[in-house]
């Protein structure tokens, strides 16, 4: 767009906060997913939408694109991609350098406080500040509706806001056992909302509140309206061996009955499950800290084996993860051209990013879809600016 000017307004006091902290300040960039339609299903809301979009601009691009200047990405062994520093900074001084490169005014502290459509076409913005600019072509990319309010500017230009809802979120749980394992992690546990159909498989994290760790938050994730429903409190079911069904385990402490008979229950842990988490289940099932192997009655075998794989812990509320908030809900999605983001109720307005009634689990797929979304609208308004 060699004869258009482009200015970007940041409300806050800084530019790319989010990618600041995201990934625990290491930035999970993208995921690495390749595959259009497989990608999709990673979005509990929008994925459908994304599909074609995701056959323009995907990870593979998005890794693509960094490389080109000078920003090399790695792969984890569960798929989320960071930059090879380990350093959100990376990221953002490409995405600043680029964009000085191509002649962007950034401005911060610049908060838009209204925006109306002009007769002869085209958009005013007033600021807070008092000032109004004027522009032909306007992208939205305000993020999550945290609350209805920050979706207000896509509502004065007539689109409908789908009710936001927090996702991506941790669980209260005030079980005392429970809490004195702050720390403990399982790497393949099963968390399910009995009576909802969510289920998810992955890694657990104790913690002072309650529960974390990417099966929560995928749960969280998928159930974000669901959960909204029942005011964050719901029983939770975790089974900390889902990789072993409850014969397998039953045969597992059979053996320990006829190996290890002197020994004590409690100090006998299933691998892979850690030695405080083994003791605090043995005990909450009812067995007695000075039981040993030998002595443990079928009723009480029954009982362990049922903890272990149905352990029902009372869920009393939420926590966002970190400062990563996630939102669902936002601009409805059937009011946007996604093959160029434009809106179809306002010409000229165009969207990017959580804005949109989108959100994606944990491992970089929000990310991914303001990358992809950002892409499309860009070069869609830069066609607009070389048609004009």
């Not at 008092?130 to 999550?144: I, K």
């Not at 941790?170 to 394992?181: D, Y």
Request: net charge neutral.
């Amino acid at each position: 767009m060699p004869d258009a000017d482009l200015t970007v307004l940041e409300k806050g006091p800084e530019f790319l906060a989010k990618v600041r902290v995201s990934g625990g300040g290491r930035c999970n960039v993208t995921h690495a997913c390749f595959e259009p339609r497989e990608l999709a299903e990673r979005y509990p809301r929008g994925g459908r939408a994304l599909i074609g979009p995701f056959k323009c601009f995907q990870p593979r691009d998005t890794v693509e694109w960094f490389e080109a200047r000078g920003v090399k990405l790695k792969t984890e062994s569960d798929g989320r991609m960071f930059p090879v520093s380990d350093s959100s900074q990376t990221i953002i001084d490409c995405l600043l350098r680029a964009a000085k490169a191509a002649g962007v005014k950034s401005l911060a502290r610049q908060d838009v406080e209204r925006v109306t459509r002009r007769a002869e076409g085209g958009f005013e913005l007033t600021l807070s500040n008092g000032d109004a600019l004027l522009c032909d072509h306007l992208l939205l990319a305000t993020g999550g509706c945290r609350t209805a309010a920050a979706g207000d500017l896509a509502a004065s230009l007539g689109h409908t806001l789908e009710p936001p809802v927090p996702s991506l979120f941790t669980f209260h749980i005030e079980t005392p056992w429970l809490r004195e394992l702050a720390g403990i992690a399982v790497e393949s546990a099963e968390a399910s909302v009995p009576g909802t159909g969510l289920r998810e498989r992955g890694a657990l994290l104790a913690t002072h509140w309650g529960l974390s760790g990417p099966a929560i938050l995928r749960l969280s994730a998928w159930g974000a309206r669901v959960l909204h429903g029942l005011d964050y409190r719901f029983p939770l079911h975790v089974n900390w061996l889902s990789h072993l069904g409850s014969e397998a385990i039953a045969a597992a402490l059979q053996s320990r009955r006829r190996e290890q008979p002197a020994r004590r229950v409690v100090n006998t842990p299933v691998p892979p499950l850690p030695a405080r988490l083994w003791e605090a289940l043995a005990l909450a099932a009812g067995v007695a800290a000075d039981t040993r192997w030998a002595a443990l009655t079928r009723a009480a075998q029954h009982r362990l084996v049922q903890q272990l794989i149905r352990t029902e812990l009372p869920v009393t509320g939420k926590s966002m993860n970190k400062d990563e908030f996630v939102t669902c809900g936002g601009v409805r999605l059937g009011e946007v051209n996604f093959k160029t983001m434009e809106s179809r109720i306002c010409p000229g307005l165009y969207f990017a990013g959580e804005l949109l009634d989108i959100d994606g689990i944990t491992g970089g797929f929000n990310f991914q879809a303001a990358w992809t979304t950002g892409w499309i609208a860009g070069r869609a308004m830069a066609g607009g600016f070389e048609n004009g």
